[in-house]
């Protein structure tokens, strides 16, 4: 137990220490100048409404995750499913260490799965599948409006085949890779954390695979999350004038940088984000001097805001499921 304890603690130190060297870099080099901000003198309704459409996205993913719980069984509810993911979110921003947002959705959904935890766990996993497939799909579609952002030329076929590809790659892998896994037999008892955990991932993608319209829904809701959260930093983009991208400029690099903020380096992406947005920006624009990562910096301090409501859920939530509830989890088991 001690040793888990330092090992934590040292994954959280690092962590810092990686988020301070980041923070520190993108001032200093300029990628990062609040100055900017202070010079406009337009109203601040544009980072209000995003504010308001970072909300929007939290709520978005916690009916996504809602609803692959409903297919596995697993009766949380939409209310519930809102403050676990505002806590998450809360997580995600603000504590270091290895405890992020999907363990956090993990640990909180086990009560409600009893019986099914193998279930309750793959939920978070394939959630955040869904939304990393969503976000590369809306990247994509980015490519095939504006090709120019990426190739030197304007070519209808290359919009096709990359159309094509990421359609096909989609379906194969929600709906045709969890219907060859039917096959598997799993009925027999093996020794063996891992035989275990490969077990209960090929019973909940059967599951899935019987409710392909979950899986699509899924999918549709995480393209739908990301064109918000994309729409809201093209707006923060175009609001604050610093260089001259148009929407799908900053489009595209808030989407590289969302794929950056996966790496587990700081909490929640600190700096390596905004340094993957900064890179986009000056190679798509050719502007070696504009401070692009102010941009991604400002949604990410809109987004903390938002979160800071998952404090508040954190304090006040009860993780306890009702009677009604606890009668289905023994049913399930």
Known sequence: MKRLVLTVSRSAALKL???????????????????????????????????????????????????????????????????????????????????????????????FSRGRRGAGVLSVL??????????????AAILLLRPDLAFSYDSGNSRALAGVFVFAAGVVALFVIPRLLVGIPVASARPGLLWRALRAL????????????????????????????LGAIAALGIWSGIGHLDWAGYALAGAVSMLANVLPLTPGGIGVGELAFAYVCRLISGDGVSPFATILFLFRALTALVSLYGAFAFVFYRNSPSAP????CHKSS
């Open 17 to 111: 220490a990686v988020t301070f060297c980041a923070l520190v870099g993108l001032f200093w080099f300029g990628l990062v100048d609040l100055r900017v901000l202070t010079n406009l003198s337009g109203s601040y309704d544009v980072p209000l409404g995003v504010f308001f459409l970072i909300a929007l996205t939290v709520i978005i993913a916690a009916y996504r995750w809602n609803v692959l719980l409903r297919t596995q069984a697993i009766a949380v509810g939409l209310v519930r499913a809102l403050n676990i993911t505002w806590i998450a979110t809360f997580y995600n921003m603000f504590v270091p260490g290895g405890v992020g947002g999907d363990a956090t959705r993990i640990l909180y959904v086990l009560p």
């Open 202 to 229: 090929i019973l909940v993608l059967r599951d899935f695979s019987a409710h392909p319209g979950s899986l699509a829904a899924g999918w549709a809701l995480s393209m739908l999350l990301h064109v918000v959260s």
């Open 325 to 328: 509830q606890k009668q289905n």
């Open 126 to 139: 394939i959630d955040r599948v869904l939304g990393l497939l969503g976000l590369v799909s809306i990247g």
